[in-house]
């Protein structure tokens, strides 16, 4: 259904930084053309790389003057092969290949793979995928120092690709040693969010260890293989939020189950109030390209439809060739996208869902708050919903209702305005500090007008804590603007 007054774009957009776009200009105009949040990816580069990075991310944020979140993408357990030097390899399907475990190098008929376990944990029959499934291959068996396999999709394999063991048969554990070294820079700095891959389940997410957010950073579980589908629902409750990796989780199921788990992946983090990132491949022929395909617009828009709270680019603003164009397309596809949300049908879809239940009452009290601001502010056609916020969680509640009126996110703390810029709707604002209800609505106000967000004559819904000592939302009320 089409709205008479377009909203703002409100899905949020993750755009991953690389060589092709980690200068101080080129982030500048990403931020400008739409970049709500910045990935740094560290299955590549140094720590110290990554912490320039971030800093000048944080630089740049505060020049532009609107926050960018910061979320740094631990590397899990992730497996390779050898270099295969500087030329692509061409491997056939049918063709023979052996697989030795090792750093050394790799070649059209001999593989090595950085996995000491190799021999052991493979088996005849087991499927394996080099460089995010350009290549498939079948364990024929296990031979002596190698095991045989052959070619059953064949492909150019060039550099160190990554290679997918099935995770029912990896012994390696998440986060590793060397995630947790990452986690600890970034944790110092005081990075907002972290994503935790090849998370199996919920334990994996409390390993961790960080302080809940937003003291520490939103954990982020990405969902890529088949033991997170299935223990979905304890990985939710354990995270802050959860990414659909669409690369690996493809190499776990069957294609045409994918974009199933998506949706179903996706209802529950909405169910339980969580952001869902939907990732990979998004406008990936736009790494070369200036304009996506047909079907790459369309699916991000139909991630809008299913709920997505943001949507990432990967190697389209890591190594592309025009990353502020594509951060610029997937706006204006997201932005025509939430023009089209059937925000009504929405509303009765959310009725027939399995809410999460709480057995806490400050949450049960949080939940039937945000209900009721929700079609309170669409019986009296609110221009905004105002959420006063300590931890984000009440903006994250409010999210998932897909209002049609503006969400105005406040809060003191710094690490939950950044935090914010991953949630669906949200816009991030500051307050001085927490105080009296009537203190921090008149504030709110305040900053609300002055940024262009209301004007004199405005109606807003208010959803707030008492003070600064209540630990949820309790507090609604309705505020006409002067």
Not at 167 to 188: H, K, Q, Y
């Amino acid at each position: 259904m089409e709205t008479s007054n377009p909203p703002l774009r409100r899905t949020k957009i993750i755009a991953t930084i690389g060589p092709a776009s980690d200068s101080e200009a080129t982030l500048r105009r990403m931020m400008l053309a739409g970049m709500d949040c910045a990935r740094i990816n560290m299955s590549h580069g140094t720590i110290e790389d990554a912490l320039t990075l971030y800093h000048r991310i944080r630089k740049l944020s505060a020049e532009v003057g609107r926050p960018i979140g910061t979320l740094v993408d631990l590397p899990g357990p992730k497996v390779r092969a050898g270099s295969f030097g500087p030329h692509a390899v061409h491997l056939e399907e049918g063709r023979q290949i052996r697989l030795v475990p090792g750093e050394g190098p790799s070649s059209d008929t001999l593989i090595h793979v950085n996995y000491d376990d190799l021999l052991r944990d493979l088996e005849a029959g087991d499927r394996l995928s080099f460089g995010d499934g350009a290549i498939d291959c079948k364990i024929e068996g296990v031979d002596g120092d190698g095991i045989r396999a052959t070619v059953t999709h064949g492909g150019r394999l060039s550099g160190k690709p990554g290679v997918h063991i099935p995770s029912d048969r990896l012994r390696i554990s998440t986060p590793t040693r060397e995630d947790l070294r990452i986690l600890d820079a970034f944790v110092e700095v005081g990075v907002d969010m972290v994503a935790v891959s090849f998370v199996r389940s919920a334990h994996d997410v409390r390993r961790v260890g960080t302080e809940p957010h937003p003291r520490g950073p939103l954990v982020i579980a990405k969902i890529e293989t088949r033991a997170a589908v299935e223990n979905l629902e304890g990985i939710i409750e354990a995270a802050g939020a959860v990414m659909i990796a669409r690369g690996d989780l493809g190499n776990e199921c069957s294609i045409e189950e994918l974009p199933h788990l998506q949706k179903h992946i996706i209802r529950q983090c909405i169910a339980h109030g969580r952001p869902a990132i939907t990732a990979t491949q998004m406008l990936e022929s736009m790494v070369y390209a200036a304009t996506p395909t047909r079907a790459e617009a369309s699916d991000v828009a139909n991630a809008v439809f299913d709920g997505s709270s943001a949507v990432m680019l990967s190697g389209e603003t890591a190594i592309g060739e025009d990353p502020v164009n594509v951060v610029g397309a997937m706006a204006r596809i997201a932005s025509r996208a939430d023009h089209n949300f059937d925000y009504a049908g929405w509303s009765e879809d959310l009725l027939n869902l399995r809410m999460d239940e709480p057995s806490a009452l400050d949450r049960r009290l949080t939940d039937a708050l945000t209900m009721a601001a929700g079609r309170v502010s669409n019986d009296l056609g609110c221009a905004a919903i105002m959420c006063i916020t300590r931890s984000g969680f009440t903006a994250r509640a409010m999210a998932r209702f897909r209002p049609e009126a503006k969400i105005l996110a406040f809060s003191p703390d710094e690490r939950t305005i950044n935090q914010l810029t991953l949630s669906w709707g949200a816009i991030p604002l500051p307050l001085s500090e927490f105080a009296p209800n009537e203190v921090m609505v008149n504030e709110a106000i305040g900053v609300a007008k002055a940024r262009g967000h209301l004007r004199p004559g405005d109606v807003v819904t208010v959803i707030a804590g008492t003070d600064a000592r209540a630990s949820a939302t309790d507090v609604l009320r309705v505020v006409h603007v002067s």
